[in-house]
């Protein structure tokens, strides 16, 4: 999965920060937190990689912590 080498760029729009507002308010993550979880659901992606643990408080979306992840695979 990580293997992979897609990257693709979402234009922020006002649909996306509606997005952005809805999901900063429930999670209360920061705004740049919330406006890339918010592009990641607009754009349909499966899962979210991070270093920050406090997104895994979100719920719409898979969120993969690179550290969880480099534990796993020694």
């Known amino acids: 999965m990580l293997q992979q080498e897609?990257?693709?760029?979402?234009?922020?729009?006002?649909?996306?920060?509606?997005?952005a507002a809805r999901i900063r308010v429930r999670y209360n993550l920061?705004?740049?937190d919330a406006l890339q979880v918010?592009?990641?659901?607009?754009?349909?992606?499966?899962?979210?990689?991070?270093?920050?643990d406090a997104l895994k408080r979100v719920t719409e979306l898979r969120i993969l912590v690179v550290g969880e992840l480099e534990s796993e695979n020694p």
Do not use: K, S
């Not at 897609?6 to 997005?19: L, P, S, Y």
């Open 38 to 52: 918010a592009a990641a659901l607009t754009a349909g992606c499966e899962a979210f990689l991070t270093n920050d």
């Open 6 to 19: 897609q990257v693709v760029f979402v234009e922020i729009n006002a649909a996306i920060a509606r997005e």
């Open 30 to 32: 920061q705004l740049a």
